[in-house]
């Protein structure tokens, strides 16, 4: 039905099926309808409509989303009109303020939408949008309905004026955002808080919904002035705990008067607890003001209130029992330690009873492990700065952490251990499940363990030793109780990262011998479970104590094995060794005395034989585990990096046996069995990488020695091999060339040497490509096929390290893009025969497999290994083939799903600058339409917030207006015979020259838009900033001439802004969009 028929009825009708309707095919009509009804030219009279005589509040919510809509276009309506639309919206919201809640707050983002983009236009010499603010006042004057609706509209118009929108110029953001802080934030601000003081000081009626929502309005307004962003800096929000509030200079008096923090403080002691958590929110961005605002003295000042407020909430902790309070809080004292130094803290004259009472705050929290787990992280932020920050102070001042540190971890661990018990037997979700929470909180527990270490060791050494003899004993027993046995494994695990942890924090704080000894005595007892765990496989196992354990041999990495045990520990010398040679000297680490008595391990080249039996054990027995296999090849891979280590694990026995037998046999992960999900075979990907790199360090030109290590592989190509020829397909093939897939990308990324790179080319070419190629052509519409392949011929046609630059005689690098346009042809033929795709399976049938082509053709073009004239002049196609592949998979693909997928635009974009910048030929010749796409795509992707897409677009059009003026310069110097002859083919070049006027005629009409566009007494200014822009550049490409433009430019947008800076302008920054 067309809209201009569509009834009342039916129009609310609509909204019922958009809003709440349950049938999924009725909401989709209703939302084609509804957006039939923004773009048409009834809009506003059926959004008037819906407001005045809608019977639900839906229609009206309808109305505010249309009325939103249309006042953000890019193309504004008219002045007038916009005036018009705020009146009457402000005019409807005083007339009903008992509108339900979500619509006041949709029909006012309306005004603040309004508000912000006619910020700066004038009319009659005044900024008739800017009105707002008087407008507000009348609300706050009025009933308490009013006043709630006058605080709304300010709250929303701040967060609107902050409010960051990409698909617009920042630079007009930062004008609007920056005008509307200096003339209208404060003020805002002030009432604000003169509101809360008049709300305080009369007797507060909590049970009326009205005054509470009065106040939490006002709250909401204050923490939106306090979070805007006053400087542009976008801070990010993930790192909430380095946040500093840029608060303006002019804004000191408020900070500066005690009784505004005292405000905060007793509202959040007055208000129950939805308020009192807002009044804290508040509160921490007060706490995070920068520094700078004050000078020393009233830095201290206003410290010391903060510390006063802190130890009054700790005193009267009843509220802290609410999550959000809580939350808050915990964010409130981690702010105080990012934004203070630990010497002005202690000479603050509370901070002895302040630190026991967050003492004492923070043991209660971590002894309550299942109340707000997610507000510890800001707690133990706050003691980690604390004790980073000792060696630092030069206050004479007790700092008293080496009194409360030990208690934290103290507590932290007898927490832990005993919620082990509670999470196994009520069946609770167990916190060492949440592998990125546990990781976070040990990183920041592992600076706090080093203050007073020997505290911390001590009880570790204990309850180690007590829980060890307690699982023992459980393996012995023949009555062994499973729910004691999970307890018991569970308390192990967190004692292992424990261990971990503690060793790790060596090199986060200053450490004695003493403290190495002390790490020795600690590994000494996990290098024991180790052994104990190991030798009970398969039958005796737990996951959580191997990932535990994994996390432990890493921080020991880290801190004792190879090049760090150089730069970090002390060398002594054993009392038996009366060798004067120094070069033969044992070099002992303190952290090996211990390990040497018990455990024979004397050094690092001892410690890294156990990593590799323990890795090795974990590849054979874990091999149904991804979570153990995953982490153990990451260890591997973190171990095989550094060339120090890489000569000392190739002598290992442990890495030899892995070099020659890295078959399923042995390693069952590398099986193609049904028992294993696809998904699982990426993880041998990481596991070939750290074996070839262990291969390379004596591989040499040795051909044979790489034969025998690509064994393994041969067996499985011949065997795909045999079977294709006998025209039989089967899963079992299927998975095994995945598998095949995945192991020659980890080979293929490690080989980073010409002469290892040849050896595996040749051995895969001619004899296996071409079982790749069939896979294609046969599982071309599985992705967990294709996928693995693509990315292996994208890694191969890498020139890392310049190791495809082949010797002169040979024809290698020809070959193989040979072969790669053969597959990317093949794969861009078949992936369109599969037609339209629906949104959620165009990205993983279609668009991932075109954005790796992609790449393996942009490092085709770039890699500098391969001469592409030769293709045509020995009239071999695949050149042509793989450029025609290459457009028709990218006129299947819209724009908008170009730039909305990463990846794709990621590979698009970069291959499209080496195709402008070296096969410009190619482009000139493509079709209109296609030459069209092209541009088109380039023209969106100016845009992109993807520096990598932005940047390639630019260079892309550099080349194609370079490419353009040359020729056009080059043929008019010719014959028109040559010329002709030339043209035959170069489409868009033959345009350029038919209409050269073309460029300089859409210069002419966009300078004259811009200046008819400004007032008239600014015309004139900007007419001859333009002039300007020319002057002295000449009609040529040369460096001197181009840096000669780019200096004009920069002068040309300083001009243009000081000739537009005065109030007479519209839109001035719009040209710099």
């Known amino acids: 039905m067309a809209l201009h028929f569509q009834s009342l009825a039916e129009l609310e009708a609509l909204c019922t099926h958009l809003y709440i309707g349950t049938d999924l095919t009725q909401r989709i009509e209703a939302e084609k309808a509804l957006l039939e009804l923004i773009d048409s030219p009834e809009c506003l009279s059926k959004c008037q409509l819906l407001l005045e005589q809608g019977t639900t509040s839906y229609a009206q919510l309808l109305a505010a989303t249309c009325l939103s809509k249309l006042v953000s276009r890019v193309s504004p309506l008219p002045v007038e009109q916009r005036i018009d ?105 002030v009432l604000a808080c003169s509101l809360l003081k008049e709300i305080l000081g009369k007797p507060l009626n909590l049970q009326d919904q009205d005054q509470q929502n009065l106040v939490m309005q006002v709250l909401k307004l204050v923490l939106n002035c306090l979070n805007f962003d006053f400087i542009g800096s976008s801070a990010d929000e993930s790192a909430d705990d380095l946040c500093t509030v840029q608060i303006p200079t002019t804004w000191r008096t408020i900070f500066l008067e005690p009784e505004t923090l005292d405000l905060f403080f007793n509202l959040y002691h007055s208000l129950p607890p939805l308020l009192s958590q807002l009044a804290l929110s508040c509160l921490v961005q007060f706490a995070s003001t920068r520094r700078s605002l004050f000078s020393s003295p009233e830095r201290a000042k206003y410290l010391g209130n903060l510390i006063k407020g802190v130890k009054r909430i700790l005193e009267n902790p009843q509220g802290l029992s609410d999550p959000g309070n809580y939350h808050e809080f915990c964010r409130f004292l981690a702010r105080l330690k990012t934004n203070y130094q630990l010497g002005e803290l202690v000479m603050v004259k509370e901070y002895p009873e302040v630190i026991r009472l967050i003492a004492n705050f923070t043991i209660t929290s971590l002894q309550h492990w299942e109340f707000a787990p997610n507000s510890v992280h800001y707690l133990l932020t706050l003691w980690q700065r604390m004790v980073a920050s000792v060696p630092f102070v030069k206050s004479t001042e007790p700092h008293l952490l080496d009194t409360y540190a030990p208690e934290i971890m103290k507590a932290f661990i007898t927490s832990r251990l005993e919620s082990v018990a509670v999470v196994v037997r009520d069946n609770l979700d167990d916190p060492l499940d949440d592998t990125t929470t546990v990781f976070q909180q040990l990183e920041q527990l592992c600076t706090v363990s080093r203050c007073e270490y020997e505290k911390t060791c001590t009880l570790l050494v ?66 024991q479970l180790i052994s104990l765990m190991d030798t009970g496989l398969p039958q005796c196992s737990n996951e959580k104590i191997e990932l535990a354990i994994l996390w432990f041999l890493d921080q020991f990495r880290k801190t004792y094995v190879g090049d760090q045990l150089q730069r970090t520990s002390k060398v002594v010398r054993l009392r038996s060794d009366v060798s004067r040679v120094p070069e033969k000297a044992w070099k002992v680490v303190k952290v090996y005395a211990r390990m040497s008595e018990v455990l024979g391990i004397t050094d690092d080249n001892h410690v890294l034989e156990t990593f590799m039996t323990k890795i090795v054990t974990n590849l054979k027995y874990w091999g149904r585990c991804e979570p153990v296999i995953s982490r153990t090849l990451q260890f591997l891979n ?8 890489l000569k000392k694990l190739v002598k290992i026995d442990a890495v030899k046996f892995m070099l020659k037998n890295h078959t399923s046999e042995h390693f069952p992960f590398l099986g193609i069995s049904d028992s294993y999900s696809l998904s699982d075979f990426r993880c041998r990907t990481a596991f070939y990488t750290a074996l070839t790199r262990l291969l390379m360090v004596d591989l040499g030109e040795d051909e044979d020695e790489f034969e025998n290590f690509m064994l393994p592989l041969t067996v499985s190509f011949e065997t795909v091999l045999q079977i294709f020829n006998n025209n039989f397909k089967q899963e079992d093939v299927k998975r095994m060339l995945i598998g095949l897939a995945r192991d020659l990308r980890g080979i293929a990324f490690a080989l980073n040497t010409k002469t290892s790179y040849t050896m595996l080319f040749d051995w895969m070419y001619p004899a296996y490509l071409p079982v790749l190629q069939r896979a294609i052509e046969l599982w071309y519409g599985e992705p967990a096929c294709t996928t693995p392949i693509l990315k292996l011929m994208a890694e191969l046609m890498q020139n890392r390290s310049q190791r495809l630059n082949f010797d002169v005689s040979s024809p290698n690098g020809i070959l193989l893009f040979r072969e790669a346009s053969k597959m990317i042809c093949t794969y861009g033929n078949q992936i369109l025969s599969l037609g339209s795709l629906s949104k959620d399976q165009i990205y993983p049938m279609k668009l991932k497999g075109i954005s790796i082509c992609y790449s393996a053709l942009k490092s085709a073009l770039c890699g500098n290994y391969v001469s592409f004239g030769v293709f045509k002049l020995y009239g071999d196609n695949h050149f042509d083939n793989v450029l025609q592949a290459f457009v028709k998979m990218l006129l299947s693909v819209s724009h908008s799903d170009l730039l909305q997928y990463r990846k794709l635009s990621q590979s698009y974009y970069p291959l499209l600058e080496c195709l402008t910048q070296d096969h410009m030929s190619f482009i000139t010749n493509l079709d209109p339409p296609v030459l069209l796409y092209v541009l088109t795509s380039i023209s969106e992707g100016l845009t992109a917030l993807d520096t990598v897409v932005s940047s390639s677009c630019c260079t892309s059009l550099d080349y194609i207006v370079t490419y353009l003026f040359k020729h056009i ?39 004259a838009g811009l200046i008819s566009s400004q007032p008239l007494p600014k015309q004139e200014a900007l007419a001859q900033c333009f002039r300007s822009l020319m002057e002295g ?41």
């Open 85 to 189: 639309i705020r009146n009457y919206i402000l005019n409807y919201v005083a007339s009903q303020p008992k509108l339900a809640p979500f619509v006041i707050q949709a029909l006012i983002q309306v005004i603040a939408k309004i508000t912000k983009s006619g910020w700066f236009e004038v009319q009659k010499d005044r900024f008739v949008f800017r009105e707002i603010i008087a407008d507000v006042k009348t609300f706050l004057q009025g009933a308490m309905e009013h006043c709630i609706i006058g605080v709304i509209i300010l709250s929303e118009l701040t967060q609107e004026m902050n409010l960051v929108d990409y698909s617009k110029p920042s630079a007009k953001h930062r004008k609007i955002a920056t005008s509307f802080r200096d003339s209208s934030l404060k003020d805002i601000l």
């Open 462 to 527: 204990q309850l180690f030793d007590q829980n060890a003899q307690n699982y023992q004993k459980l393996l012995h027993s023949t009555s062994g109780i499973t729910v004691d046995m999970a307890v018991q494994e569970g308390r192990l695990a967190w004692l292992v990262y424990l261990v971990g942890t503690v060793v790790g924090g060596r090199l986060t704080y200053t450490s004695t011998d003493e403290h190495d000894a002390m790490d020795g005595e600690l590994s000494c007892r996990v290098f």
């Open 638 to 645: 973190d171990l095989s990096v550094g060339y120090i280590l």
């Open 969 to 1007: 310069a080059k043929e008019g110097k010719k014959s028109l015979r040559c010329r002709e002859a030339t043209q035959a083919g170069q489409r868009l070049l033959h345009f350029m020259q038919q209409n050269p006027e073309v460029l300089q005629q859409y210069f002419g009409e966009l300078r």
């Open 1033 to 1073: 550049v000449e009609q040529n490409l040369s460096v001197k001439n181009r840096d000669r433009f780019t200096q004009n430019l920069s002068v040309f947008r300083r001009d243009v802004a000081e000739a537009l800076r005065s109030d007479g302008s519209t839109e001035p920054l719009d040209m710099m969009s």
